[in-house]
């Protein structure tokens, strides 16, 4: 028996009042302070989404500007995508992939390490393992690297390093590996403890110093870090290019260099978080690329299924599995999640990979990039933006007091953060801040007419953070 699906109807305004006070009475939403939601930061019901807008209840529609948690790729709704999951829902919903296989999660393996970044010198990325979301995949590298190094012998590999701002992910591991003191402060007794190495980050150059010459600095720092603790280290996990929510601070590709060659000479895996920054956000389709490394670990979620479904994946190489191929069940990866491999979620990935062939998305990005730093280029000389950056499809506004010492508002920085928040939303554009740093992360089918609202709506948004007191 088929039944007729609808979307939700748009509702009165007092019907929105009523959805939300149900919702309120039961829901727990992510990275945020409830009572808010009562109050400065009230909650916006969305009904349905079309390339790069959301629609509200009320028929209100808003610019997705940060590409809802920076997943979604080529829209909302894509026709493909939709078709693909509609397909392969009505033929398998979901299998055990612990001693099972089927099409689509073959497929979607068979197709990554083809893509996945190459370089000359090290034995390219050839096994896949699935998992459900980016904190996952995170985890699963982390395991997988200490593992390896257990099962050939190696047991004083206890330690990670992970770099200063850096982000991994909510689950105790990869939250572990991460240093924005508002996720990580309470937690802090749960948490291994990596070492912190300094952050590439160009944004901290001396003056006079190129960006490439702060990561060259900052990969020197790392070195000491190897010489001196090298032989107990498992992996460096680090996010190529962007530290996405530590600010989208961006970093020179001669630091990915450099620290590839350094865990190569102390023996160190290097682990890849392109959670955010892969599938084509920073201009090529893995930040990997831009510096000609292959990392032993290379960790997708996000755009990895267009941002329809939840999905991830951990690349690595044949050094790596062999490192688990023995008789003894103990010295087996016994890492499990439900829905890994989920043959729905492949098939959304299939799709937008299908995309990526069929769009020349790569290329047309470049365009696109170009036409928002022409967007984003009357902001550079407003007298509280102290660094306007840019890495591919990620631009980034850092919000300061004062220009010339790039000091900070010290002042009410939460409710500065809600305010333009909530003039971006009445401009048009979900614009959702990162303290005082202000972003572009939008689908890659914005248009003219979008960027022209994400315009608008930075400038108001820029407007109601100075003038919130």
């Keep these: 028996?088929?039944?007729?699906?609808?979307?939700?109807?748009?509702?009165?305004?007092?019907?929105?009042?009523?959805?939300?006070?149900?919702?309120?009475?039961?829901?727990?939403?992510?990275?945020?302070?409830?009572?808010?939601?009562?109050?400065?930061?009230?909650?916006?019901?969305?009904?349905?989404?079309?390339?790069?807008?959301?629609?509200?209840?009320?028929?209100?529609?808003?610019?997705?500007?940060?590409?809802?948690?920076?997943?979604?790729?080529?829209?909302?709704?894509?026709?493909?995508?939709?078709?693909?999951?509609?397909?392969?829902?009505?033929?398998?919903?979901?299998?055990?992939?612990?001693?099972?296989?089927?099409?689509?999660?073959?497929?979607?393996?068979?197709?990554?390490?083809?893509?996945?970044?190459?370089?000359?010198?090290?034995?390219?990325?050839?096994?896949?393992?699935?998992?459900?979301?980016?904190?996952?995949?995170?985890?699963?590298?982390?395991?997988?690297?200490?593992?390896?190094?257990?099962?050939?012998?190696?047991?004083?590999?206890?330690?990670?390093?992970?770099?200063?701002?850096?982000?991994?992910?909510?689950?105790?591991?990869?939250?572990?590996?991460?240093?924005?003191?508002?996720?990580?402060?309470?937690?802090?007794?749960?948490?291994?403890?990596?070492?912190?190495?300094?952050?590439?980050?160009?944004?901290?150059?001396?003056?006079?110093e190129s960006a490439e010459a702060c990561a060259r600095r900052a990969a020197a720092a790392l070195a000491v870090l190897f010489e001196r603790d090298g032989a107990t280290i498992s992996a460096l996990v680090l996010e190529p290019l962007v530290q996405c929510a530590g600010g989208m601070r961006m970093h020179h590709p001669a630091y990915l260099a450099e620290a590839r060659r350094l865990c190569d000479a102390h023996g160190v895996h290097l682990i890849a978080d392109e959670i955010a920054v892969g599938f084509g956000r920073t201009g090529t389709l893995f930040a990997c690329e831009q510096a000609g490394i292959t990392p032993d670990f290379l960790c997708l979620s996000k755009g990895l299924s267009g941002g329809a479904l939840p999905l991830s994946a951990v690349l690595t190489h044949d050094s790596i599995f062999e490192a688990f191929w023995s008789e003894d069940r103990t010295r087996a990866f016994l890492h499990s999640h439900s829905f890994a491999g989920n043959p729905v979620a492949c098939a959304a990935a299939n799709a937008t990979l299908d995309l990526f062939e069929s769009t020349g998305a790569i290329a047309a990005n470049r365009g696109t990039a170009a036409k928002l730093a022409t967007a984003a280029a009357r902001f550079a000389d407003h007298p509280a933006v102290g660094d306007l950056r840019q890495t591919g499809m990620i631009l980034a506004f850092e919000l300061v007091e004062d220009r010339a010492t790039r000091r900070e508002y010290t002042d009410h920085p939460r409710q500065r953060a809600l305010a333009a928040y909530r003039a971006g939303l009445d401009a048009g554009a979900v614009l959702r801040p990162l303290g005082n740093v202000l972003y572009w992360m939008p689908p890659y089918c914005i248009d003219d007419e979008a960027i022209a609202v994400l315009d608008r709506a930075t400038a108001a948004a820029i407007e109601a953070y100075v003038r919130c007191a």
């Design 1 to 208: 028996m088929t039944q007729n699906i609808s979307i939700a109807p748009m509702l009165a305004e007092g019907d929105v009042e009523a959805f939300l006070t149900r919702d309120l009475a039961v829901v727990w939403h992510p990275c945020t302070q409830m009572r808010e939601h009562r109050g400065e930061l009230p909650l916006l019901p969305i009904r349905r989404g079309r390339g790069a807008w959301l629609e509200g209840l009320d028929g209100r529609r808003y610019l997705d500007g940060i590409s809802s948690w920076w997943t979604n790729l080529f829209g909302h709704a894509h026709p493909h995508i939709a078709q693909a999951i509609g397909a392969q829902a009505a033929e398998l919903e979901h299998v055990i992939y612990a001693g099972f296989a089927h099409e689509p999660g073959l497929r979607l393996a068979e197709r990554l390490v083809a893509i996945a970044p190459r370089s000359a010198t090290h034995a390219p990325l050839s096994r896949v393992f699935y998992g459900e979301n980016g904190s996952a995949a995170i985890e699963i590298a982390l395991k997988m690297s200490f593992h390896a190094h257990q099962n050939r012998g190696d047991g004083q590999r206890t330690r990670f390093v992970a770099l200063q701002n850096g982000y991994h992910g909510e689950t105790l591991g990869a939250l572990a590996m991460s240093d924005i003191p508002l996720y990580r402060r309470i937690y802090a007794p749960l948490l291994l403890e990596p070492v912190f190495a300094p952050s590439p980050d160009a944004y901290h150059a001396e003056p006079g």
